[in-house]
């Protein structure tokens, strides 16, 4: 017993004493467990940051043209402005033709307007969404005609825009087979703020 012979008729013995190797769990049985475990848990975090903040008191979309229009509650008040009724008082200048189907505008919103009261209540700054739609309200103002939004090629914004500054939008304008492609660059003191590439039609 004290010697070991490693010898084809000892080997099979030795491997029969060694307990046999526990499966592992793969990472799709784990990933399933973690999924039902936690699934409950987000919606009731969710949840729950839904009903402390509702999202009628900040911003309640209202689906006109296939564009959503945001109405936001004025402080101390229970009228509404819609979000183009907010860039529409925040145009100051333009259109100014630049070149052939180019044309620049400039927008300020003031520290009043309601936008900033819930965006956000200690730093406000203008919505991204504004800056789509400043891109259709030049648009409209170049060509005197109602456009809808058929297609957000792009959208990047660089830089936040805050109250009480002045917003230059550079358009490009060129036509295509059924709708219109604007290209719009925004600027603050010369410093690039957002692009933006839509494809609109014009309303029938």
């Known amino acids: 017993t004290g010697t070991f012979t490693f010898g084809s008729s000892v080997i099979p013995k030795i491997k029969d004493r060694i307990p046999p190797k526990e499966p592992e769990l793969s990472l799709t049985i784990i990933a399933r467990f973690a ?11 969710r949840n729950a ?5 509702p999202a009628d008191r900040f911003f309640r979309p209202l689906y006109a043209g296939g564009v959503v229009a945001a109405r936001r509650p004025l402080p101390d008040s229970k009228e509404t402005m819609t979000l183009r009724e907010s860039i529409r ?9 630049d ?11 003031p520290a009043d307007d309601p936008t900033f009261a ?10 991204g969404v504004f800056q789509l739609e400043m891109a259709r309200f030049a648009a409209e103002a170049v060509l005197h005609c109602p456009l809808a939004v058929w297609e957000i090629t792009k959208a990047k914004f660089l830089r ?6 002045t917003v230059r939008v550079e358009l490009k304008l060129s036509a295509k087979a059924d709708t219109i492609q604007v290209r719009a660059s925004f600027t603050v003191t010369g410093r690039p703020a957002g692009e933006a590439l839509l494809q609109l039609a014009r309303k029938s």
Not at 160 to 165: F, L
């Open 118 to 127: 819930g965006h956000f209540p200690t730093r406000p700054l203008l919505p």
């Open 160 to 165: 936040p825009i805050i109250p009480a500054e």
């Open 89 to 97: 008082q925040a145009h100051t200048s333009g259109p100014q033709p």
């Open 49 to 53: 940051f839904h009903r402390r903040y």
């Open 99 to 109: 070149a052939k189907d180019a044309a620049t505008l400039e927008f300020c919103f």
């Open 35 to 45: 999924k039902i475990i936690l699934t409950p848990m987000r919606v009731q975090r």
